[in-house]
């Protein structure tokens, strides 16, 4: 289990998450090209900081944002950087949420460097969070809660980055 800032690690995922990463790309694709060196994890980590990290809390720019960083748009409206790093919104009456989830042979490496490239990033409006649940929130007014959770699929480890705001769902690009 791995620690970042005083915080335990712990598997958390509900099932629009899981939903997310199971269709993001097929198993054996993302198995078939998935090193567990430090430069992918600091490549996932950079990108998870890129896009629904820096925008919290409206995400309002994400889909521009995540097209200048690489990503494809699908035909569903979920963004896809190859080769599976997968990137959605979701609107609910409680907010917006952010999700971004990738592939990993070193789960707990990539937690933290997510929680690295967020330090290094973001700074003081980072705050960790008593919550174990919760990995820290951004901003205050309002806050956006992360949420980084690991998961096993077929075999493969993924990691779900969920970045929720209580503010709703900005789409403009």
């Not at 919290?56 to 748009?73: D, H, I, N, W």
Request: glycine share 6%; with cysteine.
């Amino acid at each position: 289990m791995a620690t970042f800032p005083n915080i335990s690690f712990k598997p958390v995922l509900s099932g629009l998450v899981l939903y997310f990463a199971v269709i993001a790309f097929p198993a054996e694709t993302a198995a078939k090209q998935q090193p567990a060196s430090n430069a992918w994890q600091q490549e996932r980590a950079a990108l998870v900081v890129q896009t629904c990290a820096t925008l919290a809390p409206s995400f309002g720019t994400l889909e521009a944002q995540a097209l200048r960083v690489g990503f494809k748009k699908l035909p569903d409206n979920r963004l896809l950087h190859e080769p599976e790093i997968v990137l959605s919104t979701n609107s609910s009456p409680n907010g917006c949420t952010c999700l971004i989830s990738f592939g990993t042979d070193v789960p707990d490496k990539a937690v933290v460097a997510v929680g690295h490239a967020m330090t290094n990033a973001l700074g003081n409006r980072l705050k960790t969070h008593p919550n174990k649940r919760i990995f820290a929130t951004i901003g205050s007014n309002p806050a956006t809660r992360v949420v980084v959770s690991h998961k096993k699929i077929e075999g493969l480890d993924w990691i779900i980055v969920s970045f929720q705001s209580p503010l709703s769902c900005q789409h403009s690009n």
